[in-house]
């Protein structure tokens, strides 16, 4: 049951810009309920997702959120290796502007041609907060954000869900199993001649949570609302306070800012990412944060969230 | 002395098609009196010599073997990668037929303006074993081999030098140091008043040494050619005797055909690259070359040869 409604969060990559020894270019992996999403898919993405044992044959969409080389490069790499391993189902891609152009050159670099599998490709066109994605599990939203580039942050959303009573359905003689994922999604059911009801076991709605990945941007009120009350944000934090007009000409954020962010979105958990390679040493980074959201850590490769 | 006249080679990637957790997408870095250059540029390439501490913004020359993914999808994060950092030198690329149409694809892919340094690119059409770079201390060599899309193989070689008499240099005062190699270089000099002639401490000429990276390929009269006499030789071997039918069909060549042609090409060592992802184990496919010639050894990532 855990297992079932985990939303697992796996960071692929936690560079900016560049790739270090210990940091690979951006990449966000979500997977809830067999749905399996990727946000970014910066160069070596593929080789990320083996190492940490992820089944990126399995990827359902990929989202990116802007046309720099360290967030899209490792496209050509994954929808190659993709094909090249008979993928046969469709594979959806959401970008702002440009996503196409960028995909149809990607796919066609060297002797390729994509043979196994449709793309659906999706270009997101948004002055505000838009729900690109509505599954039976899950939403995502989409915002722009405020970088050198166009650029879109994204919130992957649970579905809305009751709470699920477990002592209260194995009175009623449920047994652990896929019979719980049922009654859960408030279909009733029978066990043997007896009915089983959804509303016996369920109780009163709750919000589904929310995991937001914004990067990269300067702090931004469309970044704010988007992460509105977020169990997780992840947002990029390219550089310290000292270094702000750097942030400020790059259109980046500063740890400081990011926990800004974070304050005002009343989020429960930050989790910084996007670093610049010039940070061997990220704790004065963290340190910085904290002074302002306390429950702040800067994410590693293969960290991975469970909730 | 023995540092400047020693050429290095590090392997980047040793996988074939897919990276691996333990191998990275083809690339070979060859080192050499301070020329540096670049075999093939799979995704992931700029990461690897990161973690190898290699000088990636001094590349001189990058060497495509052929533009399936695996061997050239680096190269767009690459250039960008050093035109970030501010490289102004100009990057001479070299390749088969259509490397200028896959270099412009990768640098306008995503919002990208390459303005800091020139490429040279340079598109190898030959039948036969050609010599494509002169320089000074080396010459590079490329020729066609048989695979399923153009695909060149390269020699790397050490112009011809007359051996230092490094003893003989001593007893006529010649300081350990920089004069050294500009007597090597056949050039007289001056200590203080006295004339220093090359010709007393150099030796009857000897072949310059031989470095020979063939991949990918069936096995051809070409490969053995190329590779003729070199110390070291590079060749792929994706697959082992027991899959030669898949590697007939995907025109690679099997561990035992690799040791072939290193066995007709007389060459000194063979290093096995090009892994097909199915070989957590490589013991059998060492095994299965050093029965055809003995000096074999399965390279693995960052395996560093000095010769």
Redesign the interface.
């Known amino acids: 049951m855990e297992e079932e409604t985990m939303i697992r969060v796996v960071f692929l990559g936690t560079s900016g ?5 210990e940091r ?2 951006p990449s966000l992996y979500i997977e809830f309920r067999g749905n399996r999403l990727l946000f970014d898919c910066g ?2 993405t ?2 990320q997702m ?2 940490a044992g992820l089944p990126f044959m399995k990827i359902d969409k990929i989202f990116i959120t ?5 967030h ?3 496209l ?2 994954l929808i ?2 993709l094909d ?2 008979k993928r046969q189902k469709k594979l959806e891609i959401y970008g702002p502007q ?1 996503t196409e152009e ?1 995909i149809k ?2 796919i ?5 041609i994509l043979e196994g599998f449709d793309l659906e490709i999706n270009e997101i066109d948004t002055r505000g907060i838009t729900q690109i994605v509505a599954e039976r599990d899950y939403s995502v939203w989409a915002a722009p954000l405020n970088h ?2 166009p650029c879109l942050g994204y919130r992957f959303e649970e579905r809305k869900r009751r709470k699920f009573l477990k002592k209260r359905a194995l009175e009623f003689g449920v047994p652990e199993g896929p019979l719980f994922g049922r009654l859960q999604d408030e279909e009733d059911n029978k066990i043997g001649s007896k009915v089983i009801r959804a509303d016996d076991v369920l109780g009163p709605p709750r919000a589904g949570r929310r995991v937001t990945y914004i990067s990269d941007t300067r702090p931004c009120k469309r970044g704010v609302e988007l992460a509105s009350h977020s169990d997780v944000l992840i947002h990029e934090a390219t550089l310290s306070e000292e270094e702000r007009a750097s942030a400020i000409q790059g259109k980046h954020s500063t740890a400081k800012e990011a926990a800004t962010v974070a304050k005002k979105a009343g989020v429960k958990e930050l989790y910084l990412t996007h670093i610049s390679q010039r940070y061997d040493d990220t704790s004065e980074l963290e340190r910085e944060a904290r002074r302002v959201f306390k429950r702040t850590k800067v994410a590693k490769d293969f960290d991975t969230i469970e909730l």
């Open positions: 810009s560049v790739p270090t020894r690979g270019l160069e070596g593929q080789r083996r190492i802007h046309f720099h080389a360290d899209c490069l490792g050509g790499g190659q290796t090249l391993f440009g960028v050159k990607v066609t670099t060297g002797h390729f050198s580039v």
